[in-house]
């Protein structure tokens, strides 16, 4: 099973690259109140669990990180979506909800989905917000003429149609629908972060 470390690891690499390129894109301070430190914070969650499926597959831990690795993946699915999905949108207009609520709100999300044992019910409406925040995104990007934004934007959204699409096409072929998943995961990453790293908030 150790191949399954290598898209996995993908995932990780790239989206902890991305992490650490929007947290210190302008080399100075992180500043919480930028939409990019929410983007950031959402893909760590990301690369968090990739590289602890990576370290599941590549370590004799298989059956002890197993947990961990499921559990960090379900918060990525929801908490990491949402502050994706809440930087994006501020990066188009401004929020009503108060800075607190963007960053806090996700994880009682994921919290009260846990507790009420709806996880992926939860996960899979996450995802759905997002493909339509990132569509957003994508439709405002060209009609304000910014090409290369939009272009990285349509390869992120394309790329994340197709790796939930994966899932339900390749149900019966683990192996294939795992790399599939998880390098297409990978472009989308990468994109998102080349689309997302260009932007300011409006004013």
């Known amino acids: 099973m150790t191949h399954y470390a290598i898209t996995d690891g993908l995932l990780g690499l790239v989206a902890l690259w991305g992490t650490a390129l929007l947290l210190f894109r302008t080399g100075r301070a992180v500043n919480l109140r930028s939409p990019q430190i929410l983007a950031a914070f959402g893909l760590l ?9 990576t370290l599941r597959f590549l370590t004799a831990n298989h059956d002890l990180l197993k947990p961990l690795h499921l559990a960090l993946s379900e918060m990525g699915g929801v908490v990491g979506s949402l ?6 949108l501020r990066l188009r207009r401004s929020l009503p909800l108060p800075l607190v609520v963007q960053y806090g709100q996700p994880p009682l999300i994921f919290a009260a989905a846990l507790f009420a ?33 939009g272009t990285w934007m349509l390869v992120s ?20 629908a795992w790399h599939h998943y998880h390098g297409l995961m990978a472009v989308w990453a990468l994109a998102l972060v080349l689309s997302v790293k260009g932007q300011s908030e409006p004013r």
Request: hydrophobic fraction near 55%.
């Open 157 to 176: 959204l394309l790329s994340i149609v197709a790796a939930f699409a994966g899932e339900a096409l390749f149900p019966d072929m683990p192996s294939y």
């Open 117 to 149: 044992g709806q996880t992926q019910w939860v996960i899979l409406i996450s995802g759905l917000c997002l493909l339509a925040g990132q569509l957003d995104s994508l439709i405002g990007l060209f009609r304000q003429g910014h090409a290369a934004p």
């Open 45 to 53: 969650t990301i690369a968090l669990a990739a590289l602890t499926g």
């Open 83 to 88: 502050w994706i999905l809440f930087g994006l």
